[in-house]
């Protein structure tokens, strides 16, 4: 939910983690291939996580591998994707983290983009801290104690306050309204990317410093660094729809794909086989954790997934 440059082929296999904060909007500059009628070539949209970019290698793997497209990667922030999604600039979003307003604009409305189904993995955003910090201070995880904490957190950037580490100021985000409305002493700081934030993640947790940050599940991180979440207010339908008033906690989102309407047309086998691209969780942790720890190529952690999970796309192929 968070929230990219024009990949070819080619530059896809040394696609590594990226970053999200900065990265330019290319809706303006449209694959040569998407969208394109009487070929066999699929233009798919990569976002900036390291998530996003496993369903991406393995789908591109597949596609080119087992049913011979052409595939060309656009990378493009999250709202702008829906809006080259929209104009047949890319063919398919594979990881969406929930945008109401774009989804009634262009599904509902306009119709230029069409459901394809879940992803099989659910999202979850929250605010956590490294769990050794938790066996020092218990009850450090429920929000109401994090102002007796606030000097725990405090770094250059964030002055007297606690910091809040954000990652991409792109990606989708409350943290500043929940600050100001839950009343809390803290100061929130963008690390500026997804690979940023885990660089200061992995320095503080070298280091056993505390740290307070917005992160998100599904992600290979927590593999290596064991964080628990901090309770938030519940989350309740409808108590995040003022942006300026949100005072409880993120939802749980089970994260959807879209194609645009005419792929999912005249898109073949191709547009069939991105509908049924299914898999957990756990499927997509292995192939980030190979891409982002590893320093894997995409193609090549897609590949090595494909050789020995053939049960689970085999039946996205039928």
Same mark, same amino acid.
């Given at each position: 939910?968070?929230? *990219?440059?024009?990949?070819?082929?080619?530059?896809?296999?040394?696609?590594?983690?990226?970053?999200?904060? %900065?990265?330019?909007?290319?809706?303006?500059?449209? &694959?040569?291939?998407?969208?394109?009628?009487? &070929?066999?070539?699929?233009?798919? #949209?990569?976002? #900036?996580?390291?998530?996003?970019?496993?369903?991406?290698?393995?789908? /591109?793997?597949?596609?080119?591998?087992?049913?011979?497209?052409?595939?060309?990667?656009? /990378?493009?922030?999250?709202?702008?994707?829906?809006?080259?999604?929209?104009?047949? *600039?890319?063919?398919?979003?594979?990881?969406? @983290? %929930?945008? +109401?307003?774009?989804?009634? *604009?262009?599904?509902?409305?306009?119709?230029? !983009?069409?459901?394809?189904?879940?992803?099989?993995?659910?999202?979850? !955003?929250?605010?956590?801290? $490294?769990?050794?910090?938790?066996?020092?201070?218990?009850?450090?995880?429920? @929000?109401?104690?994090?102002?007796?904490? =606030?000097?725990?957190?405090?770094?250059?950037? #964030?002055?007297?306050?606690?910091?809040?580490?954000?990652? #991409?100021? =792109?990606?989708?985000?409350?943290?500043?309204?929940?600050?100001?409305?839950?009343?809390?002493?803290?100061?929130?700081?963008?690390? %500026?990317?997804?690979?940023?934030? !885990?660089?200061?993640?992995? /320095?503080?947790?070298?280091?056993?410093? $505390?740290?307070?940050?917005?992160?998100?599940?599904?992600?290979?991180?927590?593999?290596?660094?064991?964080?628990?979440?901090?309770?938030?207010?519940?989350?309740?339908? %409808?108590?995040?729809?003022?942006?300026?008033?949100?005072?409880?906690?993120? +939802?749980?989102? +089970?994260?959807?794909?879209?194609?645009?309407?005419?792929?999912?047309?005249?898109?073949?086998?191709?547009?069939?086989?991105?509908?049924?691209?299914? @898999?957990?969780?756990?499927?997509?942790?292995?192939?980030?954790?190979? !891409?982002?720890?590893?320093?894997?190529? $995409?193609?090549?952690?897609?590949?090595?997934?494909?050789?020995?999970?053939? &049960?689970?796309?085999?039946?996205?192929?039928?």
């Amino acid at each position: 939910m968070r929230v *990219r440059t024009a990949y070819s082929v080619a530059a896809m296999t040394s696609l590594a983690l990226l970053s999200g904060c %900065g990265a330019a909007d290319m809706t303006k500059q449209a &694959s040569p291939f998407a969208n394109a009628q009487g &070929s066999k070539t699929v233009t798919l #949209s990569v976002q #900036s996580w390291v998530g996003a970019q496993a369903n991406v290698a393995v789908a /591109q793997y597949l596609l080119e591998h087992k049913l011979g497209y052409r595939v060309d990667t656009v /990378q493009v922030d999250e709202v702008p994707a829906w809006d080259a999604l929209s104009q047949g *600039r890319v063919d398919a979003i594979l990881e969406d @983290w %929930g945008h +109401p307003d774009q989804e009634k *604009r262009y599904v509902d409305d306009k119709k230029t !983009i069409t459901r394809a189904g879940g992803l099989g993995v659910t999202g979850h !955003i929250g605010w956590y801290v $490294p769990t050794y910090l938790v066996k020092q201070h218990p009850d450090i995880t429920n @929000w109401k104690n994090l102002n007796k904490y =606030s000097s725990l957190f405090r770094t250059a950037e #964030s002055g007297s306050k606690g910091q809040l580490m954000d990652g #991409s100021p =792109s990606y989708v985000t409350n943290d500043k309204a929940l600050v100001t409305n839950l009343k809390l002493n803290y100061q929130v700081v963008f690390a %500026g990317s997804e690979a940023a934030q !885990i660089t200061q993640m992995k /320095q503080f947790a070298k280091e056993k410093k $505390p740290f307070l940050t917005y992160w998100y599940a599904p992600q290979w991180l927590f593999k290596k660094v064991p964080m628990t979440e901090v309770e938030l207010p519940a989350y309740k339908e %409808g108590c995040d729809a003022d942006a300026a008033k949100v005072a409880c906690a993120y +939802p749980h989102t +089970p994260l959807e794909k879209y194609l645009n309407t005419d792929f999912t047309k005249k898109g073949g086998k191709a547009a069939a086989f991105l509908k049924k691209f299914k @898999w957990t969780t756990e499927d997509q942790n292995e192939v980030s954790l190979m !891409i982002a720890d590893q320093k894997m190529s $995409p193609a090549d952690a897609a590949k090595k997934w494909v050789d020995s999970h053939p &049960s689970t796309w085999k039946a996205w192929l039928s």
